[in-house]
């Protein structure tokens, strides 16, 4: 996913691939790297996928993690009683939603605090990627609504699954990929201008100008 020199989201690239493995998620990167993304994005957002963080670290070692916080949220509270969800939902919000890192900070040891005795699976699988949690405070306040969750890219596949779940027999895999094309290209046209687009540096994209500051995955 893309933004034109006006903020307007595009489709830049969709493949194929092998059970989330690391050689899928490079085959990918290589070859938006082949077709002009020559500089590497500063942000990469993503969930627990595989291969993608081992590939990404391959082929573009300066970008910056951030795991999506919907899909840690879902994980830790999977770990939980039912009791307790409802609070446990409310306080992992304070910690992404807080206006500053410190003050994250302090919502993520409160949480930890509050729930490492009874619940240590749950917080285990919340700080075992502490390093990857917090990398949106880095970027511009605007932009924070659209880089801490994969969000953009899961609402667009919602609608490709519902259609594969549907179809049958969808054929040879170069349809199938059409059909998936056509799809997202259809979504596209839903895609919103981000908020604070006038911070993000131009680059070039197949000879029209993109602003590839964050890859989402």
């Excluded at 880089?147 to 899961?154: D, G, L």
Aim: glycine share 6%.
């Amino acid at each position: 996913m893309g933004a034109d020199e006006n903020g307007k989201k595009e489709l830049i690239s969709v493949t194929d691939g092998y059970s989330e493995s690391t050689i899928s998620w490079k085959e990918i990167l290589l070859q938006m790297k082949s077709q002009g993304l020559e500089q590497a994005p500063k942000l990469a957002i993503g969930d627990g996928a595989l291969g993608f963080w081992k590939a990404l670290s391959e082929v573009f070692p300066t970008t910056k993690h951030q795991r999506c916080w919907v899909h840690k949220s879902r994980n830790i509270i999977d770990k939980m009683a039912h009791s307790v969800t409802n609070k446990a939902s409310l306080l992992l919000k304070d910690i992404y939603m807080a206006d500053t890192k410190s003050n994250a900070m302090k919502a993520y040891n409160h949480f930890i605090n509050t729930y490492e005795d009874k619940y240590e699976k749950a917080v285990l699988a919340l700080t075992k990627d502490e390093d990857s949690l917090f990398s949106f405070y880095d970027f511009p306040a605007k932009h924070w609504t659209h880089i801490r969750t994969t969000n953009p890219i899961e609402s667009t596949f919602a609608t490709v699954r519902l259609r594969t779940k549907r179809t049958k027999g969808m054929g040879t895999r170069k349809a199938t990929l059409s059909m998936v094309w056509k799809l997202c290209q259809e979504a596209e046209k839903k895609w919103y201008k981000p908020r604070g687009s006038e911070y993000m540096p131009v680059k070039y994209w197949k000879g029209y100008s993109v602003k590839m500051r964050y890859l989402r995955m």
